[in-house]
């Protein structure tokens, strides 16, 4: 075995990077700079591409008893309540998945590692920061701290799957492209039953207002509820239990306050990496693009990149295809990540946050009536399902 593909990052994307390269022969060495494998509360969406992906691996059969099944999303209003329910067994025959899975991204992660764990060419090391990259002709050349250890590991190609602030784009120099929205996005996880006090809820919920908009997600023991926050306030303001039982009460009042499990704050970007392709050296996932979390397209779309690039490298690697492979995956998922994520996701929060009445008079009118006519319903699902992003990605040559 004489081909070797370094991996920065061992969340999802470059983990399923490494399990597509090692399963067809390739050695693969993976970094991650936290001591332990992550545990990222903030992904937990699996559309139906990405389940049909995963399944290649048998991976969505173990993880479909681990979430939560979603026929429907619903689109809601904070004084109107529901406004348009889409079911995704419309999607039938189109998918192996008409569904929504509703399962934390770490049970991901941790079938990909036990995946790796049992192939002797797949390496992935804990506790390890990424300090140099040098790429030549032949190769590339990384210096990583592993441990207090400094060590060198060469490779025919590195993969920065390393998220947002990644230090492979970095050591490219490569521009991320794009704007920071100016609030923080919060999202507060409790075991407090909504759908016993609002009629008709799903699993997955979007609601929008013109003063506070929020998400209702479900996962299998918890409702995650997200919250755009004022820009004005201070992290530490926003977090105090007086500031989130605010919101809470606010979008339901109970006569008991809310207890909660977990609770994160995060700014939120939209933004694309001026190249997904240096020389030897491809960005995959956050790394390469960013956006708002509304439609759940980060981490399936990081997914359907670590999919493109890794068949990709093996057809290169193993079969002998091609360099040139590289130039098509960066013009296929770089079109995608503009086209189609980052124009989806802004649309989505433009919508829910939408102060102007006659606007969203509009706009829910327009979506009661996608809703209620079968095609158009499924043509939305196919889009908001990110069947319509792939299948634009494969038409781009």
């Excluded at 479909?64 to 419309?90: C, H, I, K, N």
């Excluded at 929205?181 to 979007?206: G, I, M, Q, W």
């Amino acid at each position: 075995m004489n081909h070797h593909v370094l991996i920065a990052g061992a969340g999802p994307v470059g983990l399923v990077s490494a399990l597509v390269l090692a399963t067809a022969g390739v050695q693969v060495t993976v970094f991650e700079r936290a001591l332990s494998a992550p545990e990222d509360l903030r992904a937990s969406t699996f559309h139906p591409p990405t389940l049909d992906m995963l399944a290649r691996f048998g991976i969505s059969d173990e993880l479909l008893p681990q979430g939560l099944v979603a026929r429907y999303t619903q689109q809601r209003d904070r004084q109107e309540g529901l406004v348009a329910q889409f079911d995704m067994s419309l999607l039938a025959g189109l998918t192996q998945h008409p569904y929504r899975l509703q399962c934390e991204q770490w049970k991901l992660n941790k079938l990909l590692l036990d995946r790796l764990a049992k192939i002797p060419h797949a390496k992935v090391l804990l506790g390890a920061e990424l300090q140099s990259v040098e790429q030549n002709a032949n190769g590339v050349d990384v210096k990583v701290d592993v441990r207090g250890d400094v060590q060198t590991f060469k490779g025919d190609y590195l993969i920065g799957a390393d998220g947002a602030w990644s230090s492979v784009r970095q050591s490219q120099g490569i521009e991320f492209e794009g704007f920071t929205y100016p609030e923080r996005f919060l999202v507060v996880s409790t075991a407090f039953e909504f759908a016993d006090h609002l009629p008709k809820l799903s699993y997955v919920n979007y609601v929008s207002d013109p003063q506070e908009w929020c998400v209702l997600l479900r996962v299998p023991t918890l409702w995650r509820v997200l919250f755009p926050t004022h820009p004005e306030e201070s992290d530490e303001a926003v977090m105090t239990d007086e500031s989130i039982q605010a919101r809470l009460q606010n979008l339901l009042p109970q006569d008991k306050p809310y207890q909660t499990v977990h609770r994160t704050l995060y700014k939120v970007h939209q933004r694309v990496a001026k190249q997904f392709r240096r020389g030897r050296v491809l960005l995959a996932g956050d790394a390469a693009h960013i956006n708002n979390p509304l439609g759940g397209m980060g981490m399936n779309g990081g997914v359907h990149d670590a999919f493109s690039l890794a068949d990709k490298l093996v057809d290169i690697l193993v079969s002998g295809a091609d360099e040139a492979l590289l130039d098509r995956y960066e013009r296929q998922r770089r079109s995608v990540a503009i086209e189609y994520i980052n124009a989806n996701t802004a649309r989505n929060k433009k919508n829910m946050e939408e102060r102007n009445p006659e606007a969203r008079r509009k706009t829910h009118d327009e979506l009661r009536a996608t809703a209620a006519n079968p095609d158009a319903a499924r043509n939305y699902l196919r889009k908001t399902s990110m069947m319509d992003a792939l299948e634009r990605a494969e038409a781009i040559e």
